[in-house]
């Protein structure tokens, strides 16, 4: 989908809201605070800006934000977790404003981390932006995959493959995926109005995850850390926009 002036204008509203929701479940992540009480600080942003969540009720998903401490790779359950000093966690919302969407994520510590948790967030974070980088006219969207890839890989850490990143627009997840790991073949040519949400998730051990029995919370299958970090970005003529930014 290529995205007009004026849908990319609601985007970036619908972007500063999820940027604003992350703001304040930062400054809220402090030990001693369960994920509920989390949840609840985002929801405020989101009913304070008149804005809609897009992961509340998503297939039955019953909170505003993800919540993924340490070996929880991606979708999280708010509830009584309780945070602890030396935790990550994982933080992935969006928002949705006159029906156009923005989804982003982060990984913070709690308190001091390890010196592998804090490479770890910062090597992720790392490849997103080598993956945002890639978002130029002209070039193949599977070259964000393989900026992404090289990044985790060659600080010897693991991609995530069974989760990936994805188009969005007026629904939060619209194709085509974005893989973070080259897949062999190099994918759409990206123009000027396309909008993909980009996240890597990257492990400090094996890439494999499992499934837990709430049906959504995922972690390492070998009880590594992992972090995540996402943003929405345009494809312009001047390069990426990032749009879920203050």
């Given at each position: 989908m290529i995205r007009r002036p004026d849908e990319l204008a609601k985007m970036r509203r619908a972007g500063r809201v999820v940027a604003e929701m992350h703001e304040a479940v930062r400054a809220a992540a402090v030990p001693g605070v369960t994920t509920a009480k989390l949840d609840r600080v985002a929801a405020e942003v989101i009913e304070r800006r008149g804005a809609?969540?897009?992961f509340l009720h998503y297939r039955g998903f019953p909170a505003v934000i993800c919540t993924s401490p340490n070996d929880m790779i991606v979708h999280g359950i708010p509830g009584s977790y309780t945070l602890r000093p030396g935790d990550?966690?994982?933080?992935?919302?969006?928002?949705i404003v006159e029906g156009y969407h923005g989804d982003a994520a982060f990984t913070m510590g709690i308190g001091e981390v390890s010196p592998l948790a804090a490479r770890l967030m910062e090597v992720t974070e790392l490849s997103l932006s080598a993956g945002i980088?890639?978002?130029?006219p002209g070039k193949r969207l599977n070259e964000v995959g393989r900026a992404v890839q090289?990044?985790?890989?060659?600080?010897?850490?693991?991609v995530v493959r069974e989760y990936v990143g994805h188009a969005i627009g007026t629904a939060m997840?619209?194709?085509?995926?974005?893989?973070?790991?080259w897949p062999g073949k190099p994918g759409p040519l990206l123009k000027p109005g396309m909008v993909f949400a980009i996240e890597p998730m990257v492990n400090a051990g094996g890439p494999e995850t499992v499934l837990l029995e709430d049906g959504w919370s995922v972690v390492t299958a070998d009880g590594s850390l992992s972090a995540h970090f996402e943003h929405t970005i345009a494809?312009?003529?001047?390069?990426?926009?990032?749009l879920t930014l203050p």
């Open positions: 809609r969540s897009n990550i966690l994982s933080v992935d919302c969006g928002a980088e890639q978002l130029w090289d990044v985790a890989e060659r600080a010897g850490f693991s997840h619209e194709e085509p995926q974005v893989p973070n790991y494809v312009t003529d001047d390069g990426p926009e990032v």
